[in-house]
């Protein structure tokens, strides 16, 4: 179904979005199913992950996907996989900002062999509340961020997108902007110092955007 919606023969490669189970949604009847039942609620089901790994390893096998992988998942939940992995996942894509910065996981992909792509490199979209009466910035309007990014003669979101791929992750950034996807297009080409790497790692606060906890509290899979 999502083959011939996209018009392609295979995938290159295919994500369980969130190690979430929700039941089963025909595509005629809604389509992207998205969290939410026809009554507003989230309706789990008891798959486990086993199973969704070994129906992705079926895509590979049938010619569907070429590389299957894993998305919002935390270190616990990958080393399950690798246990029963026929096809060990080959990404795994997460929220990743330098409000964010996963160390421990991506170290633990490194190890691994696991291929990190990030998501959300922007971070948040406005400055942040932090609670008695303070604020942070946006990472696109933080001084740190600008300050490096003019002594590179780039950009705040160049510098977001070269502080991940500089240490080996993937980034796919959007835009509805075609200025913007071609400037993002051209985030290479310079190398931060160590210095300017660790100043932007710095900034972690650990601020996740995208909590699934934020649409039903029961699915808390970072708590
Ligand atoms: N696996 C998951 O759970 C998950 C979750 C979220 C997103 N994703 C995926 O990640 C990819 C990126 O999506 P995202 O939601 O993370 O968005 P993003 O890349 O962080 O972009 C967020 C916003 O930043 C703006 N922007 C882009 N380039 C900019 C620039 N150079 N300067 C200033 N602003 C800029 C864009 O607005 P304009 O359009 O106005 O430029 C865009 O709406 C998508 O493919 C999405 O499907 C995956």
């Known amino acids: 179904m999502q083959l011939e919606h996209w018009g392609i023969e295979y995938f290159d490669l295919f994500l369980i979005h969130f ?17 939410y039942g026809d009554d507003g609620k989230v309706h789990m089901e008891r798959v486990p992950m086993h199973e969704t790994w070994k129906a992705m390893e079926e895509l590979v096998d049938d ?12 270190g616990s939940l990958i080393l ?12 795994l894509q997460i929220e990743l900002h330098p409000y964010l910065t996963q160390e421990p996981l991506t170290n633990l992909c490194k190890l691994w062999g696991i291929a990190v792509t990030a998501y959300s490199s922007f971070g948040p979209q406005s400055y942040l509340e932090l609670g008695m009466g303070k604020t942070t910035p946006s990472l696109l309007q933080h001084s740190t ?42 985030c290479g080409g310079f190398d931060l110092t160590e210095e300017e ?17 934020n649409i039903e509290p029961r699915l808390s899979i970072f708590a």
């Open 19 to 35: 190690p979430v189970s929700l039941q089963y949604v025909d595509p005629s009847h809604r389509y992207p199913a998205e969290w």
């Open 63 to 74: 010619g569907l996907a070429k590389n299957i992988g894993l998305s919002n998942c935390q």
């Open 145 to 186: 961020i600008g300050a490096i990014a003019s002594a590179h003669g780039k950009t705040p979101a160049q510098v977001l997108l070269r502080w991940a791929t500089q240490r080996g992750i993937a980034v796919i950034p959007k835009s509805n902007d075609h200025g913007r996807l071609v400037s993002n297009l051209q």
């Open 197 to 213: 790497l660790a100043a932007i790692s710095g900034l972690n606060m650990n601020y996740r955007l995208n909590d699934p906890v």
């Open 80 to 91: 399950d996989v690798l246990q029963y992995a026929k096809y060990e996942p080959q990404v």
